[in-house]
C-alpha cells in the first residue's frame, strides 16, 4: 500500500490550496455573514476545472479519479467548507449530465457548467422523502414528447441561484424503479422558489424549496432510461457522500491548524499554552482523527474508482466516520480557542456550524449505518 501522492496529484493540491487562500480566504466570514451566493468565486474555480473535476473530458471536464478530487476538495474546505460543499454539488450534477444526458442537452449544458459558466442543483429531497428517497412523489406524466412535471422538492442548494436542475421524478410505479431523472432548466415556466431557508452555518450558499407546477420538460431532456433515475441518484449519492466526508475533513484539517498556531501564540500563567500537556494530548488526538479520517475517505474514494462491489459501504462507512470525527474535531479545537473560538473574529465558530450539517445530509449517519450493517447481513460482505 502506497499512500504518497504522485506529483501530479500534488500539483492539483497545491492549486487548490493557492485558489483558497487567494479567492476564499479573504470573503469566506463576509459571505456567511451576509449570505453572499459567491458566483464570480465559483466562476474563477470553473476556471482552474475545479467545477467539472470528475466529469468527462467529452464535456470539458477533468475525467479525474474520485481520489483526485477529494485532494482538491479538501484544500478549499480548509478554508470554507460551505463555499466548497456546493462546488462537489454542482460537480455531481455536472457529472451526471455529462454521463447520462442525451447528446443535445449533454453538449448544450455540459461545457457550460464544466467552466462555471451555468451552475446546476441537484433535486432528489422532498417535504416527505428526505432518508427515504425511493418514496418520493413528484410526477412527472408523459404527454407525446414532453413531461408534465408536478410536485416539489426541500433543501435545495443552490435553489434560485442557479440555472438548471437535476430532479429526480416519479414517471412509473411505486418504489425505486419507478424514478426517472430529468434536466429542467431553472427558468421554466411553472417553477416556483420558496424563502430562503434561515440556516445554522452553509451561508454561503441558498437554499430553498422548489415546487413544479405543470412544468413542461422535453423527453430528451432524460437522463438514460425511464426508471433509472434512482439508480443515477444513487451513484451520483455515493460520491457525494465522499465529497461531502472529504469537506469535513478539510474543515478539520483548518481547524487544527487555526488551533496549533494559537497554542504557540497563546499565554496563560506566564507559560505558552504548547506547554500544558492537557492540551498536547487534545491537539494530539485532534490530528489522529483527522489522518485516520481521511486515509478513509480516500480508501473509499479508491473503491469507487475501482468499480468495487462494495464500494457503496466503503462510502458510507467513510461519510460516517469522517463527519463525525471531523465535527468533533472542529469543536475541540474551537475549545483550545476558549473564549476567542465563540467569536466570529475567528474562523472556528464558522468551521462548527459549517461541518455540523454534515452529519445529516447525503443521507444521516444513522442511515449510513443502516447501509453498512445491510452489506454486513445480508450480502456476506467482505470489508476487510
Same mark, same amino acid.
Given at each position: 500500500?502506497?499512500?504518497?501522492? &504522485?506529483?501530479? $496529484? $500534488?500539483?492539483?493540491? !497545491?492549486?487548490? +490550496?493557492?485558489?483558497? $487562500?487567494?479567492?476564499?480566504?479573504?470573503?469566506?466570514?463576509?459571505?456567511?455573514?451576509?449570505?453572499?451566493?459567491?458566483?464570480?468565486?465559483?466562476?474563477?474555480?470553473?476556471?482552474?476545472?475545479?467545477?467539472?473535476?470528475?466529469?468527462? @473530458?467529452?464535456?470539458?471536464?477533468?475525467?479525474?479519479?474520485?481520489?483526485?478530487? &477529494?485532494?482538491?476538495?479538501?484544500?478549499?474546505?480548509?478554508?470554507?467548507?460551505?463555499?466548497?460543499?456546493?462546488? &462537489?454539488?454542482?460537480?455531481?450534477?455536472?457529472?451526471?449530465?455529462?454521463?447520462?444526458?442525451?447528446?443535445?442537452?449533454?453538449?448544450?449544458?455540459?461545457?457550460?457548467?464544466?467552466?462555471?459558466?451555468?451552475?446546476?442543483?441537484?433535486?432528489?429531497?422532498?417535504?416527505? *422523502?428526505?432518508?427515504?428517497?425511493?418514496?418520493?412523489?413528484?410526477?412527472?406524466?408523459?404527454?407525446?414528447?414532453?413531461?408534465?412535471?408536478?410536485?416539489?422538492?426541500?433543501?435545495? %442548494?443552490?435553489?434560485?441561484?442557479?440555472?438548471?436542475?437535476?430532479?429526480?421524478?416519479?414517471?412509473?410505479?411505486?418504489?425505486?424503479?419507478?424514478?426517472?431523472?430529468?434536466?429542467?432548466?431553472?427558468? %421554466?415556466?411553472?417553477?416556483?422558489?420558496?424563502?430562503?431557508?434561515?440556516?445554522?452555518?452553509?451561508?454561503?450558499?441558498?437554499?430553498?424549496?422548489?415546487?413544479?407546477?405543470?412544468?413542461?420538460?422535453?423527453?430528451?431532456? +432524460?437522463?438514460?432510461?425511464?426508471? @433509472?433515475?434512482?439508480?443515477?441518484?444513487?451513484?451520483?449519492?455515493?460520491?457525494?457522500?465522499?465529497?461531502?466526508?472529504?469537506?469535513?475533513?478539510?474543515?478539520?484539517?483548518?481547524?487544527?491548524?487555526?488551533?496549533?498556531?494559537?497554542?504557540?501564540?497563546? +499565554?496563560?500563567?506566564?507559560?505558552?499554552?504548547?506547554?500544558? $500537556?492537557?492540551?498536547?494530548?487534545?491537539?494530539?488526538?485532534?490530528?489522529?482523527?483527522?489522518?485516520?479520517?481521511?486515509?478513509?475517505?480516500?480508501? *473509499?474514494?479508491?473503491?469507487?474508482? @475501482?468499480?468495487?462491489?462494495?464500494?457503496?459501504?466503503?462510502?458510507?462507512?467513510?461519510? +460516517?466516520?469522517?463527519?463525525?470525527?471531523?465535527?468533533?474535531?472542529?469543536?475541540?479545537?474551537?475549545?483550545?480557542?476558549?473564549?476567542?473560538?465563540?467569536?466570529?473574529?475567528?474562523?472556528?465558530?464558522?468551521?462548527?456550524?459549517?461541518?455540523?450539517?454534515? !452529519?445529516?445530509?447525503?443521507?444521516?449517519?444513522?442511515?449510513?449505518?443502516?447501509?453498512?450493517?445491510?452489506?454486513?447481513? &445480508?450480502?456476506?460482505?467482505?470489508?476487510?
Amino acid at each position: 500500500m502506497d499512500f504518497r501522492l &504522485t506529483e501530479e $496529484q $500534488q500539483a492539483f493540491a !497545491q492549486a487548490a +490550496r493557492e485558489f483558497a $487562500q487567494g479567492e476564499l480566504a479573504p470573503h469566506a466570514a463576509q459571505w456567511d455573514e451576509e449570505h453572499i451566493f459567491p458566483r464570480e468565486a465559483f466562476s474563477k474555480a470553473g476556471a482552474l476545472g475545479f467545477c467539472a473535476m470528475y466529469a468527462p @473530458e467529452s464535456i470539458g471536464g477533468l475525467g479525474l479519479p474520485r481520489l483526485d478530487a &477529494t485532494l482538491v476538495f479538501e484544500e478549499m474546505a480548509a478554508v470554507d467548507p460551505s463555499t466548497t460543499a456546493f462546488i &462537489t454539488i454542482h460537480n455531481m450534477a455536472t457529472w451526471m449530465i455529462g454521463s447520462w444526458a442525451q447528446p443535445g442537452v449533454r453538449d448544450h449544458w455540459g461545457p457550460l457548467l464544466a467552466t462555471g459558466e451555468k451552475l446546476a442543483s441537484y433535486c432528489l429531497t422532498e417535504p416527505g *422523502a428526505g432518508s427515504d428517497a425511493a418514496s418520493l412523489t413528484t410526477s412527472a406524466r408523459r404527454d407525446g414528447d414532453h413531461y408534465v412535471l408536478n410536485g416539489a422538492k426541500a433543501f435545495i %442548494s443552490g435553489a434560485g441561484d442557479t440555472d438548471v436542475l437535476v430532479v429526480m421524478a416519479r414517471t412509473g410505479g411505486e418504489g425505486p424503479r419507478g424514478i426517472s431523472a430529468l434536466v429542467v432548466p431553472a427558468d %421554466s415556466a411553472g417553477i416556483t422558489y420558496g424563502r430562503k431557508e434561515n440556516k445554522m452555518g452553509w451561508n454561503s450558499q441558498s437554499t430553498r424549496p422548489i415546487t413544479f407546477e405543470n412544468v413542461q420538460v422535453p423527453v430528451e431532456n +432524460r437522463l438514460g432510461e425511464e426508471g @433509472e433515475g434512482f439508480r443515477f441518484a444513487m451513484k451520483g449519492l455515493d460520491g457525494g457522500r465522499i465529497n461531502i466526508a472529504t469537506c469535513s475533513v478539510g474543515a478539520a484539517q483548518g481547524a487544527y491548524e487555526a488551533a496549533r498556531r494559537y497554542m504557540g501564540e497563546r +499565554r496563560q500563567f506566564g507559560r505558552a499554552l504548547a506547554d500544558f $500537556q492537557a492540551l498536547q494530548f487534545k491537539l494530539a488526538d485532534l490530528l489522529a482523527n483527522i489522518v485516520a479520517s481521511r486515509q478513509m475517505v480516500r480508501l *473509499a474514494a479508491c473503491k469507487l474508482d @475501482e468499480g468495487d462491489p462494495q464500494a457503496t459501504a466503503y462510502c458510507a462507512m467513510a461519510k +460516517r466516520l469522517a463527519t463525525d470525527l471531523c465535527f468533533q474535531s472542529c469543536l475541540d479545537a474551537q475549545q483550545i480557542h476558549g473564549g476567542y473560538g465563540y467569536l466570529k473574529d475567528y474562523p472556528l465558530e464558522r468551521l462548527v456550524r459549517d461541518t455540523r450539517v454534515h !452529519q445529516i445530509l447525503e443521507g444521516t449517519n444513522e442511515i449510513m449505518r443502516l447501509i453498512v450493517a445491510r452489506h454486513i447481513l &445480508t450480502q456476506e460482505a467482505d470489508l476487510r
